[in-house]
């Protein structure tokens, strides 16, 4: 493992960061529900119960943060990790938006396509056949078999 | 009797060709993603939940059921062949069964697997139509005071299950219930944290959240960290018959196996890999030669097989009579339960007995079929990992966007989806158990309406909670709980068992 740099290397542990994001939350949950009406205990408004879980997210995520600038492992963020992490998600993105105008056939290539950028070793002819089998079984098994109701064409 | 007119209506409804078939097919299904390493049960159940909405609630159910048992029978499958578990729950099977598969018993590994599992499956069927009524029973008396209270046992059992911190379990725990919470308030019809997003008044759905976290997290981290070679034993499975003495010594510990899953089981965060561990430990333990383990030891295989599908049949139970999910499985269950108008509770089986029986019938049906289907096509299965990581999860995402789009025709549902992914490989990373958060989820809303009806009720006053005798019971199996895990001793055996 390489050194970590010297300044923000506590940023690197696990524990540390899982805090920060439960910290995080529960702050933006405090800020969103800064105008929810709590009402009372024996009539709890709409308020009550979600900042009352917010400032207990919140105690806790600073504990966490504190055990683990005490101990806790190191993690590591490097190239390949960005690589599945932007085009995994962006592989669905492209689907959502184009199954509704353009049918589930064109969404199904569109994700086949991004989502073979998500591996690193993908080979463009294995990926071409791969979209054409998932089209395939797309249609028989969702389309034909199950008789879902989903555009398959685009609409013109 | 009741208990047999009880099974009859169940069998009458679960025998029809429909039904069957729909059993039939969910099995096959399960089988075929839970072969494939990298997609475990949780996520398996959410992809696949779409096929069923547009059934009668049954059919839906029973093949739902199918799907979970067929994954867990499934996981087993590659376990042996491929020393990688298809399933958590089978990762225990690797160690015994994959020796015996590379000292040329892969098919006695396979049939023991098989034969375990059906007879813990047939066991647990029974389990359930026997203690099904008389806790459904009890939960017909609780109120919400009582309710509550449950609920809290259940997310400290799960909290207490989940590998790793304990605190981060329980953040994860609130993360889940605060998630749960998005929406309109049900009760003040008050808009909660939908930050100005009309499709969100509707809350969060939990297929995408399930699939996002469980299902493309998952996919990411793979993607990341690659796995190792395969280790394919395949050549050798021309033998499925067991010898006289690996059927002596596989027998009762499959007996032990299936009392061991019976039991953790039902409790609340127990279920299939909870059971599989411990039905390993006590092999072990109870062995004359304990050095034979590891290196191909029949029990090795009996024992935690027909652990885990015990456990995985008996956590039923608890959803099906009281609507309290044990494990995540059962959690995304109650949510099928409900998009099919149902609403979970003691009350299912009083009001739709046939519903219930007829489940309950199938179970058993199922893992008959799966007997089946399972020793014949295991060719097929085989065939099925030699597809490479790299095409297989094209798939993987298609079929998940393909699921989540169904459930609404909605896209925004699988823009959450992809958003949920990163956050489960978030989660992943930062070595936070996804589990607690979906029972969070899930229970969210219903903890919320009991804990405001209990203060109604009391006015105010939370020692509600302890003057009822029931609640007050389950607030200090909570805490005991809590205490127990804190204690050093406990705390060391239980990174033990999950250390695998």
């Known amino acids: 493992m390489p050194a970590p740099p010297p300044r923000f290397h506590f940023l690197r542990r696990a524990d540390v960061l899982a805090g920060l994001l439960f910290i995080a939350v529960a702050v933006i949950g405090l800020w969103a529900s800064r105008d929810y009406p709590i009402g009372t205990t024996t ?7 979600p900042r009352l879980l917010c400032w207990i997210l919140l105690a806790l995520g600073a504990l966490i943060v504190v055990q683990g600038l005490r101990a806790g492992g190191f993690i590591e963020l490097g190239r390949p990790i960005w690589r599945a992490m932007v085009f995994v998600p962006l592989s669905l993105l492209v689907f959502a938006f184009l199954i509704g105008p353009f049918g589930v056939v064109a969404a199904t290539v569109a994700l086949v396509l991004v989502g073979a950028l998500a591996g690193r070793e993908s080979r463009p002819l294995e990926v071409v056949a791969a979209a054409v089998l998932l089209v395939v079984l797309t249609l028989t098994i969702f389309v034909w078999g199950v008789g879902l109701p989903i555009p398959v064409w685009p609409e013109w | 009797m009741d208990f047999l007119a009880n099974l009859a209506l169940g069998f009458g409804v679960a025998l029809t060709p429909a039904n069957l078939g729909f059993a039939l097919v969910g099995c096959l299904v399960g089988t075929l993603v839970g072969v494939l390493p990298g997609i475990g049960p949780v996520a398996t159940v959410a992809m696949l939940l779409p096929l069923t909405f547009h059934l009668e609630p049954v059919s839906g159910l029973i093949m739902l059921a199918g799907i979970f048992y067929g994954a867990q029978y499934g996981g087993s499958t590659t376990a042996v062949l491929v020393n990688m578990p298809g399933e958590t729950s089978s990762v225990v099977t690797c160690i015994d069964g994959h020796q015996m598969a590379r000292n040329g018993r892969a098919g006695a590994a396979l049939t023991v697997a098989a034969l375990g599992s059906f007879f813990a499956g047939t066991v647990a069927t029974f389990m359930i139509a026997l203690f099904a009524p008389p806790l459904a029973k009890v939960g017909q008396s609780f109120g919400a005071p009582e309710y509550f209270s449950l609920m809290v046992v259940g997310l400290i059992a799960a909290v207490v299950l989940a590998h790793g911190s304990i605190i981060k379990a329980v953040a994860m725990v609130l993360l889940g219930l605060l998630l749960g919470l998005v929406g309109t308030d049900g009760q003040t019809g008050g808009q909660r944290f939908t ?12 297929v995408p959240l399930a699939i996002g976290v469980f299902g493309l997290g998952e996919v990411i981290a793979n993607l990341v960290h690659p796995q190792q070679r395969r280790d394919l034993v395949s050549s050798k499975i021309s033998n499925l018959w067991l010898t006289k003495e690996e059927f002596k010594q596989a027998w009762p510990a499959s007996v032990r196996g299936t009392l061991v899953g019976s ?4 409790l609340p965060g127990g279920g299939a890999t909870l059971s599989a561990f411990a039905g390993y430990v006590v092999e072990k333990k109870l062995a004359r030669d304990p050095s034979r383990f590891g290196k191909g030891a029949i029990e090795g295989v009996a024992g935690p097989e027909s652990a885990n599908n015990a456990g995985a049949q008996a956590s039923f139970i608890p959803m099906l009579t009281l609507g309290i999910p044990g494990n995540a499985v059962m959690a995304l269950m109650i949510g099928a339960l409900t998009i099919h108008g149902i ?10 007995p046939a519903l219930f029986w007829g489940m309950v019938a199938s179970m058993w049906i199922g893992n008959l079929m799966l007997v089946i289907i399972n020793l014949p096509m295991i060719g097929l299965w085989v065939q099925l990992l030699k597809v490479p990581y790299r095409q297989l999860y094209l798939a993987i995402l298609l079929f998940s966007a393909i699921g989540v789009y169904t459930v609404n025709n909605n896209s925004f549902e ?12 978030v989660f992943i990373r930062l070595e936070c158990e996804p589990a607690p958060l979906l029972l969070g989820f899930i229970l969210g809303p219903l903890m919320e309406e009991n804990l405001r009806r209990a203060m109604r009720i009391s006015g105010g006053d939370p020692m509600i909670f302890l003057n009822r005798p029931i609640s007050l019971g389950l607030l200090i199996a909570a805490a005991l709980l809590l205490l127990v895990v804190a204690l050093p001793f406990i705390r060391g055996k239980r990174d033990e068992v999950f250390q695998g």
Not at chain 1, 43 to 49: D, F
Not at chain 2, 263 to 266: E, M, R
């Open chain 2, 343 to 352: 609403q979970p509770g003691p009350q299912v089986m009083t009001e739709r």
């Open chain 2, 263 to 266: 039991i953790l089981g039902v």
């Open chain 1, 43 to 49: 009539r709890m408004g709409t308020g009550y119960v």
């Open chain 2, 414 to 425: 699988v823009i959450l989806t992809a958003l949920f992914g990163v956050l489960g490989y």
């Open chain 2, 195 to 206: 930050f100005g997003i009309t499709i969100l008044s509707d809350g969060i759905g939990f």
